[in-house]
T-cell receptor, first 110, second 114 residues
Framework: QKEVEQNSGPLSVPEGAIASLNCTYS??????FFWYRQYSGKSPELIMF????GDKEDGRFTAQLNKASQYVSLLIRDSQPSDSATYLC??????????FGTGTKLQVIP | DVKVTQSSRYLVKRTGEKVFLECVQD?????MFWYRQDPGLGLRLIYF???????EKGDIPEGYSVSREKKERFSLILESASTNQTSMYLC?????????????FGQGTRLTVV
């Protein structure tokens, strides 16, 4: 079983809709969870991080963490064509290593 | 701004050559990482280092080695390049933390082995 699992997509949503991206993980010792956005040909950049169970909101983005179910998600409200990218779920723990999922490609249709 | 700089954006090497990929960060981060990224396989960790002269194998270390003689510099070495090492290589750094922290990435090196 992979440490971090994501649906590769593509996930297509119309402009203005909510995009929901999901990620499951296998290591119960994971403590920190990240969502990175990667535009084609560019490096990943952090958009959200979450440490505690529940929701964390930042503008149009909401990260949700459920450690009991080993599940983390990212909601993008009012999706824009500029949100079209690959979204990478990542996790880390006290051992410093950062592990990434394979990413979900999001397409926002104008 | 955190800056992670990789020495080359594009590189073409011949099979069997010894290849050095260099990475420098200017934020005094303890941790540094080398990943490769391939379509459908995502980011896979090759090696990481949590201190000078310290290194840990990642998920796919075979055919690679690393060097960290100074805190700001982390080098990836392909001892004898092969065509299956054609890939995008990404360096990253992060500060040490008890719970894990954000990784900052360089611009990537697209390596082609012919």
């Amino acid at each position: 079983q992979k440490e971090v699992e994501q649906n590769s997509g593509p996930l297509s949503v119309p402009e203005g809709a909510i995009a929901s991206l999901n990620c499951t993980y296998s290591d119960r010792g994971s403590q920190s969870f990240f969502w990175y956005r990667q535009y084609s040909g560019k490096s990943p950049e952090l958009i959200m991080f979450i440490y505690s169970n529940g929701d964390k909101e930042d503008g149009r983005f909401t990260a949700q963490l459920n450690k009991a179910s080993q599940y983390v998600s990212l909601l993008i409200r009012d999706s824009q064509p500029s949100d079209s990218a690959t979204y990478l779920c990542a996790l880390s723990g006290g051992y410093q290593k950062v592990t990434f999922g394979t990413g979900t490609k999001l397409q926002v249709i104008p | 701004d955190v800056k992670v700089t990789q020495s080359s954006r594009y590189l073409v090497k011949r099979t069997g050559e010894k290849v050095f990929l260099e990475c420098v960060q200017d934020m005094d981060h303890e941790n540094m990482f080398w990943y490769r990224q391939d379509p459908g396989l995502g980011l896979r960790l090759i090696y990481f280092s949590y201190d000078v002269k310290m290194k840990e194998k990642g998920d796919i270390p075979e055919g690679y080695s690393v060097s960290r003689e100074k805190k700001e510099r982390f080098s990836l070495i392909l001892e004898s390049a092969s065509t299956n090492q054609t890939s995008m290589y990404l360096c990253a750094s992060s500060p040490r933390s008890s719970v894990g922290t954000e990784a900052f990435f360089g611009q990537g090196t697209r390596l082609t082995v012919v």
